[in-house]
């Protein structure tokens, strides 16, 4: 479904796995010509202040957010599914906002999670693992070189430039959701649902389908299918998701259709965005919304944020 993009809705910077600061990000956005952008990184609220003051030095309106990890255990599903959380910039100043926000994505990641995955790594796939595949243990210091917010992608690059394994079926194996050493990243529904209650916060589901993407497809291998996705979304819509994550790059326009039923069926918002990590294989613009769909999810924010 063809639109004219007026906001890209779902991005990253350095402050998580994207390659761009957020002020390139923002500018960016400028050089595409969008209206607005909202950055989107992984459980941090870090880089959200520099691309508020860059998105005033350029005429862009920047939507602040989080893309939030969330950890599901059911017998149908063990893995994460990521919901972007939106709000108003003022809430940047708001010290209680700020502390509970930061102390409900504590609990999905950090230095225990990553540590717990390196154990369970070696555990499976080390010299002296069930399977033997690395030439040597992982290390903390292997992973925590990258960054200070660690996720798959650092992972992802550690097996390729320190342990030399650069196939990605050799890559899915040790880190996917199908590998014996698998453990998901995430705060829990039950307190997402608990922050969302009281929190001046409009929470979208990100890429339901990417999943199913039939081509290669970027998160497919750790993301669930479809299907999966519209079992547990009477949970998530429980829980205070207010809205679908419909135009993105690993959405066929089948999916695109499926989830605007859903969207229409359950009287949702509907988003998209681009899930910029960098300008050359996944470049910001390339995924949004039109300036409508765009004012009814800033109509939200502000109806959220004057309840609260």
Request: glycine share 10%.
């Amino acid at each position: 479904m063809k639109m004219e993009i007026f906001a890209d809705l779902h991005n990253h910077t350095l402050s998580s796995d994207g390659d761009l600061s957020a002020e390139a990000l923002v500018r960016a956005a400028k050089e595409k010509g969008l209206g607005a952008v909202g950055v989107t990184d992984h459980d941090t609220l870090a880089g959200l202040e520099k691309a508020l003051f860059q998105g005033q030095a350029q005429g862009v309106e920047v939507i602040p957010g989080v893309e939030v990890s969330v950890r599901f255990n059911r017998s149908f599903f063990t893995g994460t599914l990521h919901v972007l959380a939106y709000f108003k910039p003022a809430r940047l100043e708001d010290t209680a906002f700020v502390k509970g926000f930061n102390a409900l994505l504590s609990q999905g990641r950090g230095e225990g999670l990553v540590r717990a995955r390196i154990e369970k790594i070696n555990a499976v796939f080390g010299p002296e693992g069930r399977q033997k595949v690395l030439p040597r243990a992982m290390a903390w210091e292997d992973i925590s070189s990258y960054a200070d917010n660690i996720s798959r992608r650092h992972f992802a690059l550690a097996l390729a430039e320190k342990f030399k394994i650069t196939d990605k079926d050799g890559i899915n194996r040790i880190i996917g959701n199908a590998s014996p050493a698998y453990l998901p990243s995430g705060v829990p529904l039950e307190a997402v649902k608990a922050f969302l209650s009281d929190a001046p916060v409009v929470a979208v589901l990100a890429h339901p389908a990417a999943g199913s993407f039939p081509g290669e497809g970027h998160y497919k291998e750790v993301l669930p299918k479809v299907e999966i996705v519209e079992r547990l979304l009477p949970e998530l819509l429980d829980a205070g998701v207010a809205g679908l994550e419909v135009f993105y790059p690993g959405h066929t326009p089948a999916h695109q259709e499926l989830l605007l039923a859903w969207a229409k069926q359950h009287g949702l918002l509907v988003t998209g965005g681009s899930d910029c990590h960098d300008t050359a294989q996944r470049p910001p613009g390339v995924a949004g919304i039109d300036k409508s769909l765009y004012l009814e999810l800033k109509t939200a924010i502000d109806e959220k944020d004057k309840s609260i």
